[in-house]
């Protein structure tokens, strides 16, 4: 169609040079017949052009804007209240009750619940423990490695969300064996990991083999350890250094109720 118009249109136009040519005297009246006959066939060009255009506008056009009228703006508006929605974001400030933790933690009086910080159950002798992180584990002490020689504690796990830290040195002494053991007990299953840093040579330095029923685990401090039930032993551990005077890690956590659980710790080494 459209080669086939502007065919007519060249041919029409080599008329037109031609004619012009050929008697420059009828230039004037020649070139107005023939400019009439291109512009009729521009014309019928722009015509059959425009109605193929128009007749395939409408169509797509009509189409088009019946279903866009139709289904944008309804999407758009639906997806607008999904934004202000999802904008609660901005709104909603990490570590504030209901909005994401404020990377592990949140403000007073919440818990960091699978991402989201929740309210924290108020639960007795469980108020203001600063020992929800790993660096701000509860320093029990030292003890050498007879293991008449231990170490406990006695605290709560406020819910599901509570995470407690408790940290103690452990001496590596002539006539005993260094074997990381702690030995809890609560009033719900709690899940109970032991992390071991060697004093020589460091996290990096230190070299475990987790018991069996236990799992190979690594703190946010990059310590090394095993996180198990209430009861094991480390005794698979080795320091870089000559001496395996070591720091441990006990985290107690991720208790089978979210509810208020009492538990009793006492580790040896
Ligand atoms: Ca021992
Ligand atoms: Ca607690
Ligand atoms: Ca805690």
């Given at each position: ?105 949140c403000a007073d009086g919440l818990a960091c619940e699978d991402g989201v910080c929740v309210p ?150």
């Amino acid at each position: 169609m459209m080669l086939r118009s502007r065919a007519l249109v060249l041919a029409s136009l080599t008329l037109f040079a031609c004619s012009a040519g050929d008697d420059p005297a009828d230039t004037g009246s020649n070139s107005g017949i023939t400019s009439a006959s291109a512009a009729t066939d521009a014309s019928s060009t722009g015509a059959s052009t425009g109605s193929a255009a128009t007749t395939d506008v409408p169509t797509t056009g009509g189409d088009t804007t019946t279903t866009t009228t139709g289904d944008d703006p309804t999407t758009t508006t639906s997806g607008t209240t999904d934004d202000t929605t999802g904008t609660t974001g901005p709104i909603c400030d990490p570590g504030q009750v209901g909005c994401v933790c404020d990377g592990d933690t949140c403000a007073d009086g919440l818990a960091c619940e699978d991402g989201v910080c929740v309210p924290e159950l108020a639960c007795d002798g469980d108020l203001g423990e600063p020992d929800d992180t790993e660096p701000n584990a509860q320093d029990l002490g030292e003890i050498d490695d007879d293991d008449d020689n231990v170490v406990t504690a006695d605290g709560v796990l406020g819910g599901a969300g509570d995470v407690d830290w408790y940290t103690y040195h452990g001496l590596d002494t002539f006539g005993h064996v260094a074997e990381p053991t702690v030995k809890v007990t609560s009033s719900a299953a709690v899940r109970v990991c032991q992390f071991i840093e060697c004093d020589e040579g460091g996290a990096v330095g230190t070299e475990i083999t987790c018991p069996d029923g236990t799992q190979t685990a690594l703190s946010g401090g990059l310590r090394p350890g095993c996180c198990g039930g209430a009861t094991f032993t480390v005794s698979d551990f080795n320091c870089s250094g000559s001496s395996d005077d070591i720091r441990v890690y006990v985290r107690i956590d991720k208790p089978s109720q979210d509810e208020c659980v009492e538990y009793g710790l006492v580790a040896h080494n």
